[in-house]
């Protein structure tokens, strides 16, 4: 249990950084592409346990290919539709590609899933694997716990910002004067890194993320001005 723990730590870090560096490079922005604080994607270290499971098929590696694209596929359309039941919001949408599902899951997405399968299967998975054998038992445990404590610890909080930030979000958007006097306590209670890192969040609306944005500078230069 230790080691699947400590493996689960190690892909969920792993598939941070892959999902941070992917958005720079179609973005040319750094991003924290993470529903948590810390850094690291906790459907990414589910992901990759499954993809595991495949081991047995280590000779084959088309079968690999199409069944972790399947099985990761899969995992992404269950999420997007869990998230959505929980804080009735979609966190992302893939409409705008060529080939999807109900805007969850696209091709692109799938096939590098089926890429990351190989990856994970004979790269990966020996890579980790390595590292913990190497490490002793007792330091296993301890970064065992400390581990399991910050995860649920940042769980609990992202989960209660996400739910305060879909509610203001969703009085956000009736606000059509920015000069409101109430507006700025809604968007001191607005996650922006949310925003940023699933900006489906506010329904695509450009002129409202401009909205946000604007006032998020005007709060901070005169922040800045009471501390001078």
Known sequence: MVDLIL????????????EVFYVYILSNKWVNRGYLNGPYIP????????????????????????????LCSALEFYTSYFM??????????????????????CLQNSLLFGIGSIAVIYFLNPFIINI????????K????????IIFVTDLIISTADASTTNININIFNKFGDINNKNISKILGEIKIRFI?????????????????????KEIKEKTKKFKN
């Open 7 to 18: 493996k689960f730590m190690l892909l969920a870090i792993i598939g941070y950084i892959v």
């Open 43 to 70: 459907i990414y270290a589910i992901g990759g346990l499954l993809i595991g499971l495949l081991d047995k098929y280590h000779e084959d590696f088309l079968i690999i290919f199409f069944m972790g694209m399947m």
């Open 84 to 105: 959505e039941k929980l804080f009735h919001r979609r966190w992302w949408d893939y409409s705008d590609h060529k080939y999807h599902l109900n805007g969850r899951v």
């Open 132 to 139: 913990l054998n190497q490490i002793e038992p007792s330091l």
């Open 141 to 148: 445990l301890f970064l065992c716990i400390i581990f399991l």
């Open 196 to 216: 940023k890192a699933y900006p489906n969040l506010i329904n695509n609306n450009k002129e409202l993320m401009e909205k946000i944005q604007k006032i998020n």
